[in-house]
């Protein structure tokens, strides 16, 4: 979508070092969210914001931590990479009641 | 303990015909439900909705169910095109779906044959 926008798209990384993934949108939507996507689990929670500076777990948070100084940026930090964080990984923005989220296309990160 | 559930993880169908995905959820107190299409190497895209006070919502070729007493909801599409195919995910919330977390089903990879 083009209110969404994350970056990298893609990046390879090794076992060990820190990453950090950004989600930047110009909806001006409150709530923001990362998932990830990977086969056999569909899409799970890492972490969601409900306001600047205001954050909370989701399911799978462990191992990753986050950020929001500002309504339009949303960042995902892997602080030390491991192999099962390989996955993509999509940042989205709630929406209109009845219309869930909008999601941006996605970092696709491998770590080796 | 998975909250929604896609026990379908492929369905093909013929072009023109109808194609059914199915979902089932355990959570009595979701209240919205929704159905995401996704294309490789794309985000999900919002498709179709339904409120837990309603049966169905139909868009077009889209249709979804739901059948509260069961804790299913189906998504009907007729007629199947090939643009169609895609990974379709089945998501519900205890919310109005804008501002509550989505749980979200593992996806069902729909390919609509010529």
């Known amino acids: 979508d083009a209110g969404i926008t994350q970056s990298p798209r893609h990046k390879v990384t090794e076992t060990g070092t820190p990453v950090t993934l950004r989600c930047h949108q110009t909806e001006n939507h409150r709530y923001m969210y990362w998932y990830r996507q990977d086969p056999g689990h569909g899409l799970r929670l890492i972490h969601y914001s409900y306001g600047v500076k205001d954050t909370d777990k989701g399911e799978v948070s462990d191992g990753y931590s986050v950020s929001r100084s500002k309504t339009e940026d949303f960042l995902l930090t892997l602080e030390s990479a491991t192999s099962s964080q390989t996955s993509v990984y999509f940042c989205a923005t709630g929406g209109f009641p009845g219309y869930g989220y909008t999601f941006g296309s996605g970092t696709r990160l491998t770590v080796v | 303990d998975q909250q929604v559930k896609q026990n379908s993880p492929s369905l093909s169908v013929q072009e023109g015909r109808i194609s059914i995905l199915n979902c089932d959820y355990t959570?009595?107190?979701?209240?919205?439900f929704l159905w995401y299409k996704k294309y490789p190497a794309e985000g999900p895209t919002f498709l179709i909705s339904?409120?837990?006070?309603?049966d169905k919502n139909e868009d077009g070729r889209f249709t979804v169910f739901l059948n509260k007493s069961a804790k299913h909801l189906s998504l009907h599409i007729v007629p199947s095109q090939p643009g169609d195919s895609a990974v379709y995910f089945c998501a519900a919330s205890e919310g109005e779906g804008g501002s509550e977390k989505l749980v979200f089903g593992k996806g069902t990879k729909l390919t609509v044959n010529p």
């Open positions: 339904i409120s837990s006070i309603k």
């Open positions: 959570n009595s107190m979701f209240d919205y």
